[in-house]
């Protein structure tokens, strides 16, 4: 099976640097990816790693070690409109992903 | 980029209805999509794995008969919520991969169904 972990809730102010990390167990790996979900909406892809090693896109970047089964999702120069649930998924096999719980993220002026 | 369209957004119907929400690969041929299900503050759940020109691949739990899958073509799978019940009050979201399982997961904008 697979499980992940990720913190439950985050808050920072606008502008500020946020870094929300994800651990994995999993019996197949593909790759490690990020959502932002608002409210009433549906899962927004944010970013996605393969490989180790960083990737960046626009003011949001991930990480992925493999080795440590670990990951994370920066984000900078925060905005208010980046408050929402922010979920780690694991593509594992047959292409099924599993979520975490989801990390709700609050950005205060 | 990839988009996954998925109908009705929304749904309000009587106890006993069947539903049917459509999920669609717009432009990029997909043959397996997935099924999730939401719960309010929750995270998503795999339902299904929607298989084109075979049958769905029901995860643990969830009643086949209760939510059949079609996946007829290579750009539409669909979920058929059979005698839904107050019960079965959930936002539905399907996802599909342009390119393999080595790809990220695009969703759908999902399906609010609410029954009375």
């Known amino acids: 099976g697979q499980s992940l972990e990720q913190p439950s809730e985050v808050t920072a102010v606008e502008g500020a640097i946020v870094q929300i990390n994800c651990t994995y167990q999993t019996s197949g790996f593909y790759g490690l990816s990020w959502y932002q979900q608002h409210d009433g909406g549906a899962p927004t892809f944010l970013s996605y790693n393969g490989l180790d090693g960083l990737e960046e896109t626009g003011r949001f970047s991930s990480f992925l070690s493999r080795s440590d089964s670990y990951g994370y999702l920066l984000l900078q120069e925060l905005q208010m409109k980046d408050s929402a649930s922010y979920f780690c998924a694991v593509r594992g096999r047959a292409g099924k992903s599993t979520f975490g719980d989801g990390t709700t993220l609050t950005v205060k002026p | 980029g990839a988009v996954v369209s998925q109908h009705p957004s929304r749904v309000i119907c009587k106890s006993g209805t069947s539903v049917k929400i459509e999920c669609r690969s717009l432009?990029?041929?997909?043959?397996?999509m997935f099924w999730y299900r939401q719960f309010p503050k929750q995270s998503l759940m795999l339902m299904a794995t929607s298989n084109e020109g075979s049958k769905a691949t029901y995860e643990q739990g969830v009643e086949k008969d209760k939510f059949l899958i079609n996946h007829a073509s290579l750009t539409l799978s669909t979920l058929t919520v059979t005698s839904a019940h107050p019960e079965d009050s959930s936002f539905y979201i399907c996802s599909a991969s342009p390119g393999g399982h080595n790809q990220p997961q695009h969703f759908g904008d999902g399906t609010r169904l609410s029954i009375l």
């Open positions: 432009d990029f041929q997909a043959t397996t």
